[in-house]
């Protein structure tokens, strides 16, 4: 077949664009280096259990435009994300709220629970924040710093809290109601049966061809000349051969174990939020789908520094990182028929709903 486009990584930005572009009858083929489709969003059954592979992912929107496309491709649940700290065995509700400030301080009102917070603030004394650590405890005073902030962002970012940019924690979202909800999203679930059935239905059509196990660089060049177009969805420092130097990212660590035990946590996300325990947060994926097989499955997870050939998870979008990614983009600009997209593409940490919505105006600018 003669090719309109070829599409780098069949992760959701990927598939999107596939999807939309045979809907016009354009033929295209979808390459991913790795033996699966669907990138960071793929899930994979365990035990009956749907199992998320690069992390816990939940879907979350305010926009009804988003929420009804990604609803053609799955029924979706009513889980609600509400995850749970435990500090040395403390068990207390996230995000901050009613509950949280009942557990650590006894208070029952919005009033008293909001005094409280002034007079730790004022106690602290954290005015014009120099670094991390002053800063949260500006926003939350030394409490809930110390208890479920403190451990948790130093593992995740290997560094000491008081050696941090004060500027990672623009906000740390406090809320006076007995609300558990994480997110302040109008819509928010999990497609029954899993994630890789959404990218699956997106690449199912003549029009389009899948190849795994392909990586793009094998046949860089090749392929530049092959294909009209390339939506190229990898590291955008990778494609213009590191020139200006490697975009840097945090990597994760997963641990899987199967358990031979129904319910192990009783809850899908428990974060360790003390600075001991070496995991970030425990999934137990059955809970995302209310799932009652006999056995469970469980997914520690590690942050871990990034090196080069590493999984590239999160980006880290300092003042030197964007300085060179903002480099790359010029060179992407200029350089036709490829559009640069996704995650890696584009160095920036998109959710799902971002990415479709990314997508979408890539497609409505390709082919309107
Ligand atoms: C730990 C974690 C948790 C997350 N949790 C949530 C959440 O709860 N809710 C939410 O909305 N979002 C969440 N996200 C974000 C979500 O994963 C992304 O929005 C989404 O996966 C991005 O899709 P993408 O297509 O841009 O990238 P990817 O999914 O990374 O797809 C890119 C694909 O390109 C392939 N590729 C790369 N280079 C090459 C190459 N050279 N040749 C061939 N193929 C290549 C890769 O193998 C990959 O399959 C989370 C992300 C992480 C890392």
Excluded: C
Aim: net charge negative; hydrophobic share 35%.
């Amino acid at each position: 077949m003669v090719y309109d486009y070829l599409v780098v990584g069949s992760g959701l930005f990927g598939a999107v664009f596939a999807y939309e572009a045979a809907k016009r009858g354009k033929k295209v083929k979808v390459i991913d280096k790795r033996n699966h489709i669907a990138g960071n969003i793929y899930t994979e059954e365990i035990e009956g259990i749907n199992v998320h592979k690069y992390g816990a992912h939940i879907f979350h929107t305010n926009s009804k435009e988003i929420w009804d496309y990604v609803n053609q491709f799955a029924e979706f649940n009513r889980y609600t994300n509400s995850p749970i700290a435990n500090y040395r065995g403390e068990i207390y509700n996230m995000p901050f709220n009613m509950n949280t400030f009942n557990k650590l301080w006894g208070v029952v009102t919005p009033e008293e629970a909001k005094a409280k917070i002034e007079e730790l603030k004022a106690a602290a004394g954290s005015e014009n924040p120099k670094n991390l650590e002053e800063q949260a405890i500006s926003l939350v005073g030394t409490d809930i710093y110390q208890k479920l902030v403190k451990g948790y962002t130093e593992k995740q970012w290997g560094r000491k809290a008081n050696e941090l940019p004060a500027f990672i924690i623009k906000r740390l979202p406090v809320r006076f109601t007995y609300d558990n909800n994480y997110f302040n999203d109008r819509y928010q679930g999990i497609p029954i049966g899993g994630y890789t059935q959404i990218v699956e239905k997106m690449l199912t059509s003549n029009l389009i061809d899948v190849e795994l196990e392909q990586d793009f660089f094998e046949k860089k060049e090749e392929h530049l000349k092959t294909f009209p177009k390339i939506v190229y969805t990898g590291m955008i420092d990778q494609f213009f051969d590191y020139q200006f130097g490697t975009l840097e990212y945090r990597s994760l660590q997963f641990e899987t174990s199967v358990m031979d035990k129904e319910n192990y946590q009783g809850n899908a996300v428990v974060n360790y939020t003390d600075a001991e325990t070496p995991y970030t947060r425990i999934i137990e994926h059955k809970h995302f789908e209310f799932g009652h097989q006999p056995k469970t499955v469980i997914t520690k997870e590690y942050p871990r520094n990034w090196e080069k050939g590493d999984e590239p998870y999160y980006p880290m979008n300092d003042k030197k990182n964007n300085g060179i990614f903002n480099k790359y983009r010029e060179l992407a600009e200029k350089t036709p028929n490829v559009i640069f997209g996704g995650r890696l593409g584009m160095y920036k940490y998109y959710d799902m709903h971002q990415v479709i919505g990314a997508a979408l105006s890539v497609v409505t600018q390709e082919f309107n």
